[in-house]
């Protein structure tokens, strides 16, 4: 595992993530390009669930704690449940990188962590503890691309009854 790419990595997403909340207003924060998707600011309350509750916990568990069971998360729900579409998104992001510094602050504490070991997930099997600090790095990527086309969509449809289709089709 290459630790310090990882960290450098994540902490490079912190860069993206908010120069992708930069100059958007409340409308656009709030905005779903269809009801059952989420809007800028469900993503990084999301982001910043999975990073208190999910990736870090469960990575420091299958290290220390591979035995025990992994507590429950619903990233969907706790969306709805948390009122993530009601926050401020400069609050939310705040939230989000406060967390994340914490979480790179974690993994650079970590003496000579086993990446190979493992907690054997009811349903996906075996998981290593560096394939979940590989799963974490790709869910920023894919949570990056869902906010760049979040701006995609809502400049489509702020821009009508001009199109893109020539950008972006």
Do not use: C
Not at 52 to 69: A, G, K, S, V, Y
Not at 85 to 104: F, V
Not at 106 to 113: N, V
Request: hydrophobic share 35%; net charge negative; glycine share 6%.
């Amino acid at each position: 595992m290459n630790l310090e790419f990882v960290m450098n990595r994540m902490s490079a997403n912190v860069d993206t993530i908010v120069s992708l909340s930069k100059g958007v207003d409340g409308e656009q924060a709030r905005w779903r390009p269809a009801p059952a998707k989420w809007s800028i600011l469900e993503v990084i309350g999301h982001l910043y669930d999975e990073e208190q509750f999910d990736f870090r916990t469960r990575i420091d568990m299958t290290l220390h704690q591979p035995d025990e069971q992994w507590p429950p998360i619903d990233p969907p729900k706790w969306v709805k449940e948390r009122k993530y579409n009601e926050g401020d998104l400069g609050e939310t992001l705040q939230t989000w990188i406060d967390e994340r510094r914490r979480s790179i602050e974690w993994l650079h504490s970590l003496s000579s962590p086993d990446w190979d070991k493992s907690y054997n997930h009811p349903t996906i099997g075996e998981l290593r503890a560096g394939d979940m600090l590989a799963a974490w790095l790709a869910h920023d990527m894919m949570h990056i691309g869902q906010l760049a086309g979040l701006h995609l969509a809502y400049t489509g449809g702020v821009l009508q009854p001009f199109h893109t289709k020539y950008a972006a089709p």
